[in-house]
């Protein structure tokens, strides 16, 4: 996730300031890059027919910290290997894309109490079966709450540029992400994830409202590579729990899932 890329980040730019206090150097373009592929599978809902799949999802994640802010996305690859008429998550991609413009690195604001940053941030949401496109212009803020090496609230606009009949006006979200390391017995844990509720509208092709929704994918890992090899934020072993109210505007159903997780990181 983004947070826990943030927090390496931090590590390596104390490090570097450290190398050569006494001369000054401009800033690098970036401080940190972490890239990762999840493997998860669970057995998720098809809202449009009332039916369950075993589905496997194929994760590329990406963080990294730049001069302006941050960069965040991922891209998923899911086949529910059931061919239906919806064609719900047949061999679908689906990808979400967001650039964070900070305060506190682009004019030096400081930020009292449990504030750590606020700035503005432009996402795209995009899916290719579903034939989706999304712009999500917005804020956000970062919070210093203990425990956590990152904790950001975001609110945007959800404006939903995708081809008829499928196209909605335009709605909002509200997102929450966080990210809190934890040791146990030895052993190194992290519970992360996001809970986001997105504000829906009508469809301009037939008038029908999308009902509101409320998404939670909270994840546990543990960090298996350092169990069983000595090294650290390399190899994940865990589950990630879904909950979906109104899972994609579609009234009361609402799905409770647990995924089995593995997690490659670079």
Known sequence: MTAAALAFGATAASAADLADP?????????????????????????????TKS????????????????????FVDYLDDRRTDVSNFNDKEFYGEFYAYFSSAKLLGMQYGGPIKDVGVVAGVNAGADSNYLGYLPGVYVDWKV????????QFTAVIDNSDAPSEQ?????????????????????S????????????????????SDWILGQPQLRWDAGYAFTG???????????QFWINKLGVKD????????????RF
């Open 169 to 189: 006006k335009d709605g909002w979200q509200a997102d929450w992400s966080f990210v809190a390391p934890f040791e146990l017995a030895g052993q190194f844990f």
């Open 231 to 241: 090294k650290k934020d390399v190899f994940f072993l865990g589950t990630e729990y």
């Open 146 to 153: 203990p425990g956590f090496v990152h904790f950001r609230t």
């Open 22 to 50: 006494a001369a000054p150097a401009a800033p690098a373009p970036f401080s940190f890059s972490v890239t990762e592929i999840q493997f998860q599978l669970g057995k998720l809902d098809n809202p449009f027919n009332d």
């Open 191 to 210: 519970f992360e994830g996001h809970v986001e509720y997105t504000a829906n509208s009508r469809n301009k092709t037939f008038g029908t409202k999308q």
């Open 253 to 264: 159903v609402d799905e409770s899932a647990f995924q089995a997780l593995a997690v490659v």
């Open 54 to 73: 075993w589905t496997p999802i194929v994760t590329l994640q990406h963080a990294s910290s730049w001069v302006f802010g941050d960069v965040f996305f």
